[in-house]
């Protein structure tokens, strides 16, 4: 079963920030989380990884809580683009056999 | 960088036959890749790990003699449906990744349809 959880949907205005939470309070301390998205009818697309400290890179930035029980995903400026599934995943597994186990993930409308 | 190319993007087939699909790494050596399933509506399934040069690792209820999967080398993985039914029908995605500090990256996905 999947370690995070999600809210099923989400809107969001052309232009305001997304912000999309993702619970994962069973997360061990080497453990990563990801954020890929997946647009309909293709394969999904990576956004952002994080273990701890927050981060940044030119898609959006990974909040990640001081205790490592959430995070937050937030697209700055959202376009009719960033409709989506987005999925927060935490990597499972050992250093080889890393595998990335998908949740139910989080259905982002952004409207005009 | 990192581009997986996955082949082909859609297939039709007739029941009973077998199909073999493609997954790339194009500018990286990808020591492990994975094949995922996904029925409409629906999250991505993990299928099996693959890694180069040794059998593939499948997810509890795949059937391995019916999902074969090669990964001959660095840069290739195959799934192979064998006698497909109708019910195989569905979208297949590989992921590839050079080392779990790299990332994973997506192949674009095959629709496959069974009749």
């Known amino acids: 079963d999947a370690k995070t959880t999600q809210p099923t949907s989400m809107d969001c205005a052309e232009g305001r920030a997304a912000n999309l939470p993702c619970n994962h309070s069973?997360?061990?301390?080497?453990?990563?989380v990801y954020w890929y998205r997946q647009i309909h009818s293709q394969g999904p697309q990576y956004i952002i990884h994080?273990?701890?400290n927050n981060e940044t890179n030119e898609m959006a930035s990974l909040i990640i809580t001081e205790d490592r029980k959430s995070s937050t995903l937030i697209l700055p400026h959202a376009t009719l683009r960033d409709t989506a599934v987005y999925y927060c995943?935490?990597?499972?597994?050992?250093?080889?056999?890393?595998?990335?186990?998908f949740g139910t993930g989080t259905r982002l409308q952004v409207f005009p | 960088g990192a581009v997986v190319s996955q082949h082909p993007s859609r297939v039709i087939c007739k029941s009973g036959t077998s199909v073999k699909i493609e997954c790339r790494s194009l500018?990286?050596?990808?020591?492990?890749m994975f094949w995922y399933r996904q029925f409409p509506k629906q999250s991505l399934m993990l299928m099996a790990t693959s890694n180069e040069g040794s059998k593939a690792t499948y997810e509890q209820g795949v059937e391995k003699d019916k999902f074969l999967i090669n990964h001959a080398s660095l840069t290739l993985s195959t799934l192979t449906v064998t006698s497909a039914h109708p019910e195989d029908s569905s979208f297949y995605i590989c992921?590839?990744?050079?080392?779990?500090?790299?990332?994973?990256?997506f192949g674009s996905g095959t629709r496959l349809t069974v009749v």
């Open positions: 500018d990286f050596q990808a020591t492990t």
């Open positions: 995943i935490v990597r499972l597994g050992s250093y080889n056999t890393d595998k990335l186990i």
């Open positions: 069973t997360i061990s301390g080497n453990e990563y």
């Open positions: 994080g273990l701890k």
């Open positions: 992921s590839a990744t050079r080392g779990p500090y790299y990332g994973y990256t």
